[in-house]
């Protein structure tokens, strides 16, 4: 499976940015998928992530402001971000599992994009 994140780019706060992540050589309809940020000297951390059945989490940062979403027609996955805040500034990676249950740990996905920058300024 291959992913292609895309969207990323420069905000003011208080902007809105939705980034996509398309999936190539497999149907995701069946997978978990997720989006994680990360900051230099930081782990990677989930910030919401779907199941293959469309049961949804947020990380408390971001909840009411980040909606996952998912088109398995397009075999693509969606992250509307708004309000979007400094803090928030990271690269962004969309992850897909072989099983559709999703985690909160990064080594239990198994495929990865290639991250894309968002950069919120105050």
């Known amino acids: 499976v291959q992913l292609q994140a895309s969207g990323g780019g420069v905000v003011q706060t208080g902007g809105s940015l939705r980034l996509s992540c398309a999936a190539s050589?497999?149907?995701?309809?069946?997978?978990?998928m997720g989006w994680f940020r990360q900051t230099p000297g930081k782990e990677r951390a989930l910030v919401a992530a779907?199941?293959?059945?469309?049961?949804?989490y947020y990380a408390d940062s971001v909840k009411g402001r980040f909606t996952i979403s998912r088109d398995n027609a397009k075999n693509t996955l969606y992250l509307q971000m708004n309000n979007l805040k400094p803090e928030d500034t990271a690269v962004y990676y969309c992850?897909?599992?072989?099983?559709?249950?999703?985690?909160?740990?990064?080594?239990?996905?198994?495929?990865w994009g290639q991250g894309t920058l968002v950069t919120v300024s105050s």
């Open positions: 992850a897909a599992r072989s099983g559709g249950v999703y985690y909160y740990i990064p080594s239990m996905y198994d495929y």
């Open positions: 050589g497999r149907t995701i309809s069946s997978s978990a």
């Open positions: 779907i199941s293959s059945g469309g049961s949804i």
